[in-house]
């Protein structure tokens, strides 16, 4: 009896055991950062111990850092976490079970002085994500050598898909600078009169420049050409400082003086360790660019500016995490536009302030997810002529003082909020709205110009009537809605829809918004995405202040200066009510896929097609009345096939390169202008941005002391080589005659392609206790022209004349990087 009772009890223990081991275990953990804030996309892996074979269990962590693991079984198991920006996270012999949650802390990527054994996450091809995303982590940010890399702005350039026009301004997926929306922590930093991004941070505490480039989330912005969201660092519980070029630059040319100066510190900390947390961000730049091919003492522009960004980051409960910002800029720069066909006579000085708050709550509760947000900003902006001389356009350039004088203030409230709810059936729903109100208030005034022959004889006279003051307000509230949803493991579905209203064009039907990502078994890591879109682009109030704008007389005379037409009116007529938003539909596709020697390839296409865009059609009433009237008549249209690849190598380095083959065009190009009037009708052509052919490459490598002799190994330390290569299709331009009308069709020129090779050597060392890095590059190392001015006159004895862009230049930059 009691055999047999023994028995029995050793029968149900192995039932019970096969039973458990059928049902596998199914584990919940969270991801979180070295604040405890949520990490999103992070890709989870579990490998059972001592058995490699083991098919791999992988999940991804949702809004709230949440992530699910279906494992075989409860036991030991090896942890890796990847996100890209982050450390790889590694952990041997951890103890899975469905009784005990797991969470995962994750630090994001940064320049560490002491000596730890860290890796970067690898790109990671993650099969549930459906949203085309670039990064730039800080590594890249501060490891390529790009010009101006004081400045964040000049590195978006990096992501292929992003490219600067001859005036700085980056366009992304072929739009307009105002059509992408851009935000810093979540909060909208476009500039409400014109939407372009003028906000300046310290580079050094940019933790990540992420691009939705397409198939974006309903919850993500309000412009066509994708969401740029720039990330910033935040203290933890150790305490950091850090500075930059803080020696001046000097320069010889006109006697010593003050050449280059971008000093940058950085510091934070703990203000109660494991609660609260700041981070403090400074940085100052003041520079003399010479202009080639102007005389001497004439040749010079000085621009100063600084910013400052403080963050605070408390942890009020395990579930709750409160922040705060506050950002401020100011600028200041001398002879602004300066080059050879505007010289220092005809320049404006400008000055600008930048005043920046914003708080956020976010609150996880059940799983879920919910935050509030409000920022408030005001700008300021002074842009004014060097005198009152009459300003004179020549064949040869202007002369004279710019005729305008401009003062701009303009301010945005934001508040938002988004939720998140805990996936239920293998459903996640988020839903959000923004309401922002925006206002402008602005003066410009203005004084007569001419234009002039060859000869010196009068082509054209323009005056202007009217009062010079403009005010505008504006009110939009959005809302969206998601639904996320895995049928199966290698499926992932996301559907929704965006709402949009403003107070001038009214509501916009909704904008539904469906995207996809397959990764099939028999691909072997392979990854398909596709999506589909309807996006709107927000007005900007620098556009609707034209209703306000100033009349302009144009008056033309022949060679003998007799009159021979004109007086010719022009002013701008807007009617809101009739004017519906831009609408685009887009449609993209890519495949990704890791490929052999650890270099991971995708390749992406995307057609943007725009419908209903702003611009102004010309409409010759009389003789002596010329209206721009403005209308949904442009149609745009971007498509391109871009193939990138990238690899990380010994554990922190990395290339990437990329080829991209794109056309942005429209039907309508011509910008319509009272202070410079065109009698043309609209017409279409390549937009000013348009490069077919780009090649981009950049990367970082060690240089091994093995290669040296001896004596040198010492010399050569811990030394890195950086590299960038650019070369892209010139942009187009239109030509123009000396009474300022145009030649031909608009934008059917073009410059000549543009190519720069840029290197740098980077060398960290220790001194006193504290680790440096120095570094030594060269910009345009080829010494390529790489024109960006040009004379478009076709009647000037100079016509098709290029001024040179960038020249050779050597950059020193001194990093702290702290305690060894």
Known sequence: MLRSTATSARLLALTLLVTSLAAGAAVTGKVVDENGAPVKEARITAIAAGDPANPVTAATSDLAGTFHLELAAAGSYRIQAEREGFFLFTQQDVALDEETPLEIHMNHLRELAESVDVHYSQPVIDPGQTSDTTRLNSQEILNIPYPASQDYRTALPLMAGAIADNAGQVHFNGGNASQTNYRLNGFEVSDPATGALTTRLNVDTVQTLEWDQSRFSPSEGKGSAGVLDIKTEMGDDHWRFGGTNFIPGVGSRDGWHLDHWTPRLKLSGPLAKGRLWFDAALDGFYAVNTVTGLPRGQDQTTSSSGSGLVRLQWNITGSQILTASFLTNLADDKRNGLSVLTPAEATVNQRQSLFLGAIKDQWIVGGGLIEFGFADSRTWLQSSPQGDQTYVITPFGATGNFFADETRHTGRQEWLTNGFVRPLH????????????????????????????????????????????????????????LDRWNPFETLTLEVGFRTQWDAYTGGAPLAPRTAAAWAPKWGHGAKFSAGWGIFYDAVTLGMLALSQEQTSISTFYGPAGAISAGPVVTQYVLRPDDLRLPRFAITSFSAEKKLPLGIYGKLNLISREGSRGFTFEDQIVSPSLNLYV??????????????????????????????????ARANAVIDYSVESPIFAPQSGGPLPWDAPNRILAWGWAPIQKTWFPNFMQTLIGETDVQLMVDYRTGFPFSVSNDAGNLVGMPN?????DYATVNIALERKFPFRGYLWAWRVGVINSLNRANPNVVNSDIDSPQYLAFARGQSRAV?????FLGRK
Do not use: C
């Open 426 to 481: 293998k459903h996640q729903i988020q839903v959000g709205a923004d309401i922002e109100h925006s206002d402008l208030d602005q003066t410009i005034f203005r004084h007569e110009y001419t234009s002039v022959r060859a000869d010196n004889s009068l082509v054209r006279d323009v005056q202007f009537l009217g009062s010079p003051l403009q005010y505008k307000n504006n009110v939009e509230a959005y809302g969206y809605a």
């Open 630 to 663: 403005l209308d949904n008549v442009q149609r745009q249209r971007y498509r391109a096939a871009e193939a990138t690849f990238r690899r990380t190598f010994l554990s922190k380095y990395q290339w990437f390169a990329s080829y991209t083959r794109s056309e």
């Open 748 to 752: 059917s020129m073009r410059f000549p």
């Open 811 to 815: 950059n020193v930059r001194l990093r």
